[in-house]
């Protein structure tokens, strides 16, 4: 009997946020749950793998990855605001990536009150690693794509944003 209940779950389709569409959602709703369903699902994936790879997280990655995009380091405020992410959640990640001498805080120069946060060598080692590793995850989950088709998403999406951020309230 259990074979039978592990093949069912294998033929059931995932449980997901595209699983609340019904045939009279507005075709927008639809494409929001479907955009909802596989950012979701991206987003797992590269946890899962984050953490079995590199036993890290996602919002430690995230967090190292605004660091080596900013050579001289950014202000825990602005880590929080590229984060969109609390004060609170970017001094817990920091704590524990400074604990394993990943990150340093230092007094910012041009205000004493204020600290700037960088990644050290040794950060900037394991991030390089972590992100390339990253990259080969994410083209692997695209791969059934061609170009020409994510080329066109691409800049669908493109659009979409373009609207949603500046569009017309009118």
């Known amino acids: 009997m259990p074979r039978d209940r592990n093949a069912a779950k294998l033929a059931a389709p995932p449980v997901d946020a595209e699983t609340r569409i019904r045939d009279d959602h507005h075709l927008s709703v639809r ?14 994936v590269v946890r899962q793998q984050l953490q079995s790879n590199f036993q890290t997280t996602l919002p430690r990655f995230d967090l190292m990855a605004q660091l080596e995009r900013a050579r001289h380091g950014l202000k825990m405020s602005e880590l929080s605001q590229r984060m969109m992410v609390t004060g609170g959640n970017v001094t817990g990640i920091t704590d524990g990536l400074e604990k394993e ?3 340093v805080r230092e007094v910012d120069a041009g205000d004493r009150r204020v600290y700037r946060v ?3 060598p040794e950060g900037q080692r394991q991030f390089r690693r972590m992100a390339a590793d990253h990259e080969q995850w994410v083209i692997a989950l695209f791969d059934g794509m061609s170009e020409r088709a994510k ?3 691409v ?3 493109g659009e979409l944003k373009q609207h949603v951020t500046h569009g017309s309230r009118e």
């Open 31 to 44: 494409l929001w749950l479907r955009l909802l369903s596989l950012t979701k699902h991206i987003e797992g």
């Open 118 to 120: 960088r990644l050290t």
């Open 101 to 103: 001498g990943l990150v």
């Open 155 to 157: 800049g669908l999406l």
């Open 151 to 153: 080329e066109q998403l």
